[in-house]
């Protein structure tokens, strides 16, 4: 039985016959030893047709379509031009081989043309792909290269190209950053207690609140300076008229040491800082919120916005997130705890990054796992809809 080799090239079609297998062996290893030499290999395969593409666009097309496995109007057309007619009801005396084997299951269904993608196929084609310059004539020496580069260019410029409503990736940048700017505004707003409270170190059990604390601090400055004039402005910030006035009355009393206007300055722009910190992951959860509505709205939801954006974020993608079954699902984010157990032979875990979720936290203790193994099931649905539905 003959063998033709389609071969798909940054400037087009190549149809080739394997002629002489004999000569190299019908082994993949004789193959694999034959393609370097030329002279041997070019007595074996020989070019039967040639179908140019017609420009870069039509070049990015063929591309896209034969990485999904579809065969393309002009591919069945060179196909059913260049190969041997097939009389009806008669099988063909010739297969097609092919490096997709998506692409050749398509071929065959469409124009049943016996096709075939093994190893030995595979060797033939590497070897094809390894001279193909010296096949076709009139090819000027960089011209492959030329095309190859265009055309890889434009195949990754289109495979990143997605609807910018709908890029998860944004998502999984801003819930990282929201992680991350949580624990620096901690950090951030400890050690604007622990400065300022060297002046002014009642101030800490008055105010709680990190934010308040930071603000406050910027108010006061030097709380020799704090008097009763100053309770209607300060009474704005904490909210509280009864605390602003119990911050007036520790100032007077303070234990605290005094410090220089220029070591007051640095804890003024410090606090002022910490303070735009925290307006930014205000304005960076409400753009989480909407990014999550408009990407994955059913999950978002189901689960809430920050817990499903660290599904997303852990899972890598919610195209990732949407192919996990619910079982893997319900312990993204527990992995370690999960081959920690199965190496002891110990009791797995029963929930992971979704026991953030208000469902699990207000079940009881006996019913923590099946709250989960549920919840888990119906977010691997919701990612899917959010996925797939369009």
Not at 311 to 328: D, E, F, M, V, Y
Request: aromatic letters at 8%.
């Amino acid at each position: 039985m003959a063998l033709y080799l389609l071969y798909e090239s940054a400037s087009g079609y190549g149809l080739f016959l394997a002629h002489g297998i004999d000569e190299i062996g019908q082994n993949t290893e004789a193959v694999r030893n034959s393609i370097t030499d030329l002279n041997r290999f070019g007595k074996v395969v020989k070019l039967e047709a040639f179908n140019p593409f017609e420009s870069a666009l039509d070049a990015l097309n063929q591309c896209n379509a034969v990485s999904e496995g579809q065969m393309t109007e002009e591919l069945q057309n060179f196909l059913e031009r260049s190969l041997p007619k097939v009389k009806e009801g008669k099988k063909a005396k010739f297969s097609l081989g092919l490096a997709e084997p998506k692409l050749g299951s398509h071929i065959h269904e469409v124009t049943k043309i016996p096709c075939q993608s093994n190893e030995f196929v595979l060797e033939i084609l590497r070897g094809v792909r390894l001279h193909f310059e010296k096949f076709i004539e009139n090819l000027k020496h960089g011209d492959l290269e030329k095309a190859q580069l265009g055309l890889s260019h434009s195949y990754s410029r289109a495979k990143v190209k997605f609807n910018v409503n709908r890029v998860d990736n944004m998502v999984t940048q801003a819930i990282v950053l929201l992680d991350t700017l949580d624990k620096d505004i901690n950090t951030f707003s400890m050690r604007v207690r622990e400065w300022y409270s060297w002046h002014f170190p009642e101030l800490v059990k008055i105010v709680n609140d990190n934010y308040l604390y930071a603000k406050v601090a910027k108010f006061v400055d030097d709380k020799s300076q704090l008097s009763e004039d100053k309770i209607s402005a300060l009474t704005e910030i904490v909210g509280d008229e009864d605390k602003a006035k119990e911050i007036v009355e520790a100032a007077k009393a303070s234990m605290g040491q005094d410090l220089s206007p220029v070591d007051l300055i640095n804890v003024k722009l410090f606090a002022q800082r910490v303070m735009d910190l925290v307006e930014y992951r205000k304005n960076l959860y409400d753009y989480l919120v909407a990014k999550m509505h408009d990407i994955a709205p059913n999950l978002a939801a189901l689960i809430g916005e920050v817990v499903g954006a660290r599904l997303i974020s852990h899972a890598g993608s919610l195209t990732n997130l949407a192919k996990c079954p619910s079982s893997t699902l319900q312990i993204l984010g527990a992995e370690k705890a999960l081959f920690r157990a199965l190496k002891t032979k110990g009791n797995t875990p029963k929930y992971g990054l979704i026991f953030h979720s208000s469902f699990i936290g207000r079940a009881s203790a006996r019913n923590k796992g099946r709250m989960a193994r549920y919840l888990a099931n119906k977010c691997s649905i919701a990612s899917r809809l959010d996925c797939f539905l369009g």
